[in-house]
């Protein structure tokens, strides 16, 4: 009985260390590079779970993609970009512009897109993140990639709370 419950404590404590050990494989680098794509990814998941339905298909002019359109580019980009830091073949093909076109659908995309890139990271170590790729016809670091990704999300987010404002709603970022 006696070792019986040391091996029960030595496999809790193996349990709870854990997590420890698999986020002590990413180092300072890909640590900051995935806190500012926490931020994205937690802004813009917000805001698609906090717009009504018949705002998806707002746009302020013709000219521009309404809300629904930039969250599934959104969504989209997201297997783009991380297929290549993690030097893998991009795992989707469909076109959320065209394919996702409710509040559901889009959610669904953005919410598969994040678990993407959330995998990517999970798997990226600081010297893994310096590995070149070829990404839009040039040579940048994995990591360089995954830092693209987050200022794309950004961007795109930065028309989101543009819209939200001329809707009168106080976008996530800002309550």
Do not use: W
């Not at 494989?25 to 500012?36: C, E, I, M």
């Not at 599934?72 to 076109?101: K, L, M, R, W």
């Not at 959330?118 to 170590?125: E, I, K, L, N, S």
């Amino acid at each position: 009985m006696h070792m019986t419950k040391r091996t029960l404590a030595a496999a809790i404590a193996l349990l709870l260390s854990y997590p420890f050990a698999v986020s002590a494989q990413a180092g300072p680098v890909v640590r900051s590079l995935q806190g500012l794509n926490d931020i994205t990814t937690t802004n813009i998941s917000a805001t698609a779970e906090m717009l009504d339905e018949a705002l998806f298909s707002f746009r302020p002019t013709e000219e521009v993609r309404s809300m629904g359109e930039l969250l599934a580019h959104i969504a989209g980009a997201q297997y783009s970009f991380c297929s290549v830091a993690a030097g893998e073949d991009n795992p989707n093909s469909e076109n959320f512009e065209q394919s996702a076109t409710t509040k559901a659908q889009i959610n669904a995309a953005l919410d598969g897109g994040f678990a993407y890139c959330t995998r990517v990271y999970a798997g990226m170590t600081d010297a893994a993140s310096t590995g070149m790729v070829s990404f839009f016809g040039d040579d940048m670091t994995k990591s360089g990639v995954l830092a693209f990704n987050s200022m794309h999300n950004y961007e795109h987010y930065g028309n989101l709370v543009t819209y939200m404002r001329l809707n009168g709603i106080v976008p996530p970022s800002s309550r």
